[in-house]
């Protein structure tokens, strides 16, 4: 941990600042815009498991069980390399966004599959026999009642997006993460291992933390409202 | 047509197949290792952070807590390039291993080491939430039967926490099995790194003399699919013992109260 207390080290960290501000920047902007595409394909796909429609579930099945199943490392090649090697040029940072929201999506989809399939029967029942038409039953019924499900499960999820945009490094990516390798090991930079480190994990606990911290509370507080209202239900019941 | 066929002759190649192969078994020793050991050391996490509640203790609660919040909260990726740098590796380590060069077996266990206080981290808060699930009664009921503070953990309240997140743990694998082909940015050990490899050599072994589009799915595929039949028969694990322990609770009792039902695959 030696350098962690020179002077000089600090210093030149200091100077390079515009490099972790940029890293930091693309990095947000990067998960913003993964974030809601992920959102978007979350929505859609979930929604596609609890369609009556064969096709659409066998849709939503495939597509949560292969992007799950493998790595995000593996679909960011495989997107970038045959891009490139068929003669496109798509940015680094568009790939990582498409990458990241269809890798994120396929979760955010389970997600939302989990919560719509935690409201009774009922509901969808009482909304059809009161002539509400699909959008309007899943929008004015169905998605307030799940949104306190989703909520928590969706926010760790993006705090894994945040942290996964580090996979944007093996395409040579501009992320907080990659320019801060490239700033510790760089001819003319290198050597200020322990401050760019410091600066670039304070960064990312900044954003993530908070963050995490709101789900667990959300999921606490869900759980203790759950138990009073499943205990009040089987006093109902027992009356 | 042709280059499809060069590239799918490349697997055909004894030499490539079992280069990929040592691939997959360094994938599944390092990942295996890592959630071995993250187990034990995140249990022991998990029991400070709950039961380190007496003033005098209060600080080792603290310690693992910020342990368990900064190794969540920042990237995998960058613990490991922390560990080549930082983590000391043991002259043990020095020699060639199973085919690496000295310097990549060095950073195989740095990495392995990365991985593991990552994953160990997830897996604390996983089972500090079996924990939590266990009702109070029965530290009590422990306690009144004369078992000590560290009897009741053992006997009473870990085996029952641990059945409690058993799909959780599982699910938590094939996570580590996808983080682990993080450490194709650092070196060429796993399958990740090595079809990587391959694919920068393409134009030696297809027989066109350059890297064709062909080459990235043919090898990047092969990889997936090696991938996704690890995972998905994980996955139905998973699925299996889910269904079994929801039967086993509903036909002991009627279900208990705010027994929501994990989301798998939690974290991506």
């Known amino acids: 941990m030696s350098g962690l207390f020179s002077e000089s080290a600090w210093m030149m960290v200091w100077n390079y600042r515009d490099t972790f501000i940029l890293g930091f920047i693309n990095t947000l902007e990067t998960s913003i815009a993964a974030i809601i595409l992920s959102l978007t394909l979350g929505i859609v796909i979930g929604l596609m498991a609890m369609s009556t429609s064969k096709v659409l579930r066998t849709i939503n099945r495939v597509y949560v069980e292969f992007i799950q199943n493998t790595p995000l490392l593996l679909q960011i090649c495989v997107l970038y390399y045959a891009l490139a090697f068929s003669g496109y040029k798509l940015g680094i940072l568009i790939t990582g966004i498409i990458s990241l929201g269809v890798y994120h999506g396929a979760y955010m989809a389970e997600v939302f599959r989990a919560g719509i399939g935690a409201i009774s029967k009922g509901q969808f029942e009482a909304a059809d026999s009161q002539g509400f038409s699909y959008i309007g039953k899943m929008y004015y019924i169905i998605l307030p009642q799940s949104i306190k499900i989703i909520l928590p499960p969706s926010v760790n999820q993006i705090v894994n997006l945040i942290k996964n945009t580090a996979v944007l490094y093996i395409i040579g990516g501009s992320d907080l993460i990659s320019l801060t390798y490239n700033f510790v090991t760089g001819a003319t930079t290198g050597g200020a291992y322990a401050p760019a480190y410091l600066v670039c994990g304070a960064l990312f606990f900044l954003i993530c933390f908070p963050l995490s911290t709101l789900a667990s509370i959300w999921e606490s507080n869900l759980k203790k409202k759950d138990g009073m209202g499943a205990a009040k239900e089987k006093k109902v019941a027992e009356i | ?268």
């Open chain 2, 1 to 268: 047509m042709n280059e499809f066929m060069g590239s799918l002759n490349m697997l055909k190649n004894p030499a490539i197949l079992l280069f990929i192969l040592k691939g997959v078994a360094f994938t599944l020793i390092i990942s295996v290792l890592a959630v071995v050991v993250s187990i034990v050391w995140g249990s022991i996490l998990a029991l400070v952070r709950n039961y380190c509640t007496a003033p005098g203790q209060r600080i080792f609660k603290w310690l693992a807590t910020i342990y368990i919040e900064v190794f969540r909260n920042t990237p995998l990726l960058f613990w490991i390039f922390i560990g080549l740098v930082f983590f000391p590796a043991p002259q043990l380590f020095a020699h060639q291993l199973f085919g690496l060069s000295s310097v990549e077996t060095k950073i195989l266990f740095k990495a392995t080491v990365a991985l593991t206080v990552f994953t160990s981290a997830i897996i604390a808060e996983i089972i500090r939430g079996g924990l939590n699930s266990i009702p109070q009664g029965q530290f009590e009921a422990g306690f009144s039967q004369g078992f000590s503070t560290v009897q009741v953990m053992l006997y009473i309240i870990l085996p029952q926490a641990y059945r409690n997140v058993v799909p959780t743990l599982l699910s938590q694998v094939i996570t580590t099995i996808k983080d682990s082909s993080f450490l194709a940015n650092v070196a060429t050990i796993e399958l990740m790194a090595r079809v990587k490899k391959i694919l920068s050599n393409a134009s030696i072994y297809n027989g066109t003399g350059t890297i064709n589009v062909s080459d990235v799915f043919v090898l990047f595929g092969c990889a997936a699919l090696i991938y996704f039949i690890i995972n998905y028969t994980l996955s139905c694990v998973v699925r299996h013992v889910q269904k079994k322990t929801q039967n086993a609770a509903q036909s002991y009792a009627a279900p208990a109260a705010g027994d929501t039902q994990p989301v798998t695959g939690g974290n991506g």
